[in-house]
């Protein structure tokens, strides 16, 4: 079974600034990964799927990039409404999250 | 609009039978091309797929959940259901059903219900 690592697990970032996000798979997955934003009490939503694909309504400032093993999901500059926990996926498996928190 | 609503139980008793379903509005199950997942979160913690299933009653399941889930679906009610067995509290979680996009390369899931806590406790 591909493991999936997400790193940071915490990330604090000021409104406005940049995020990076990282997804490692155990092995590749070529770009075939999925992105997706949760906040609290809420159910998870689909950013991005093929690597690179926004979902239909995910704001432009939201990308994806990557292929193989190694993922990257950026917010270029951060709106009050970015500050969630997200997720990467391939096939049946999650990533354990990162938490985007304010700073 | 796509809708997915999960109903059932909130309280289970340990060794018995977790049962959900989820009504779908906005699509019909029987004439779509896409699959329809559970997925499961537990208090505080991350996100884990547990099978899909297409109109046709074909499934696929979580290996290390195999053997205790069925997942069934109703397309004259529009309907999927979930199926566990003999629950512990380590089953205890937020049960999501999910519209899947399943093909043999590549699946995501691109509509969520708002999810439904089912705890298990005597």
């Known amino acids: 079974e591909i493991v999936m690592t997400q790193s940071p697990v915490t990330l604090s970032v000021s409104p406005g600034e940049r995020a990076t996000l990282s997804c490692r798979a155990s092995?590749?997955?070529?770009?075939?990964l999925a992105w997706y934003q949760q906040k609290p009490g809420q159910a998870p939503r689909l950013l991005i799927h093929?690597?690179?694909t926004r979902a239909a309504g995910t704001p432009a400032r939201f990308s994806g990039s990557g292929s193989g093993t190694e993922f990257t999901l950026t917010i270029s500059s951060l709106q009050s409404e970015d500050f969630a926990v997200y997720y990467c996926q391939f096939g049946s498996t999650f990533g354990g999250g990162s938490k985007v928190e304010i700073k | 609009q796509l809708q997915l609503q999960e109903s059932g139980p909130g309280l289970v008793k340990p060794s018995e039978t977790l049962s959900l379903t989820c009504t779908v509005s906005?699509?019909?199950?029987?004439?779509?091309?896409?699959?329809w997942a559970w997925i499961r979160q537990p208090p505080g913690k991350g996100l884990e797929w547990i099978g899909n299933i297409f109109h046709t009653g074909s499934t696929y399941y979580k290996p290390s959940l195999e053997s205790r889930v069925t997942m069934s679906v109703d397309t004259s009610r529009n309907q999927v259901s979930l199926k566990l067995r003999s629950v512990t509290a380590a089953d205890t979680a937020v049960y999501y059903c999910?519209?899947?996009?399943?093909?043999?390369?590549?699946?995501?899931?691109?509509?969520w219900g708002q999810g439904t806590l089912v705890t298990v406790s005597s």
């Open positions: 093929g690597g690179t």
């Open positions: 092995q590749s997955v070529s770009n075939l």
């Open positions: 999910a519209r899947s996009v399943d093909t043999p390369i590549e699946r995501y899931f691109d509509f």
């Open positions: 906005g699509d019909s199950i029987g004439s779509s091309d896409y699959y």
